[in-house]
């Protein structure tokens, strides 16, 4: 089965500056997708972002990137210019083949004004 | 459209009660899940309706668990003889899967909080 690791519990980042959130999974499929969800106090899981595992580009999405490293198994998620409405709590979640998601534990990112 | 609909939002209940939770989807996807988060913690699936295919219920915890999708829509989470440790926000996500390998995002409804005293 396969599984995903975040291994980052807690993070905080100043306003204004960038932050690297973690993530690796382990799968021995070939084509899957990827994607970081944001959960916010409001517990709406929000889609920040996906990525295509046969797509070499890293996907960004404005201020949203992700660092993809299909070799090492890596899925980072990239924030720039972190804003207050950014803390939350964000998981990473790897879609199989067959239709399953599996999630990470999740890094509750803080943002200091 | 409307996305992801969960009701109730808040629900306490004494403990041995019965419970239903509902989830209704995006119109026209066609796959639904479950998922269960405790305070604090990731998510863990319990369980998956992908259009007219028998529901994958692996990860629903015990036979107190159940769960149906009448008409390939509406879902109904039904917890029989609650517990406490079952204290939980339950999430619902609906997809749309237009064929294998689609890379269709989950969309998440807001969840049900279950308390159980």
């Known amino acids: 089965a396969q599984t995903v690791t975040q291994s980052q519990p807690e993070m905080s980042v100043q306003e204004a500056e960038t932050v690297t959130l973690s993530c690796t999974y382990d799968t021995s499929e070939s084509d899957y997708y990827l994607f970081w969800y944001k959960q916010p106090p409001s517990r709406q899981m929000i889609l920040v972002i996906r990525?295509?595992?046969?797509?070499?580009q890293n996907a960004t999405e404005n201020r949203f990137s992700v660092n993809f490293q299909k070799a090492a198994k890596s899925f980072s998620l990239k924030i720039s210019d972190s804003q207050l409405g950014d803390a939350a709590m964000y998981f990473c979640?790897?879609?199989?083949?067959?239709?399953?998601?599996?999630f990470g534990t999740g890094t509750s990112l803080t943002v200091i004004p | 459209g409307a996305g992801v609909s969960q009701s109730p939002s808040n629900k306490v209940t004494e403990k041995g009660k019965d419970v239903e939770l509902r989830c209704d989807p995006i119109s026209g996807h066609t796959a639904l899940y479950w998922y269960r988060q405790s305070l604090g913690q990731g998510l863990e699936f319990l369980i998956y309706f992908q259009g007219n295919s028998a529901p994958d219920k692996s990860g629903l915890p015990s036979d107190r668990f159940s769960a149906e999708r009448t008409g390939g829509s509406v879902s109904t989470l039904t917890i029989q003889r609650t517990q406490q440790e079952d204290s939980a926000v339950y999430l619902c996500?609906?997809?749309?899967?237009?064929?294998?390998?689609?890379?269709?995002?989950?969309?998440f409804g807001n969840g049900t909080r279950l308390t159980v005293t």
């Open positions: 979640a790897y879609r199989s083949t067959g239709n399953q998601f599996y």
């Open positions: 996500a609906s997809s749309l899967f237009a064929h294998a390998g689609a890379g269709s995002p989950l969309h």
């Open positions: 990525q295509e595992a046969y797509k070499q």
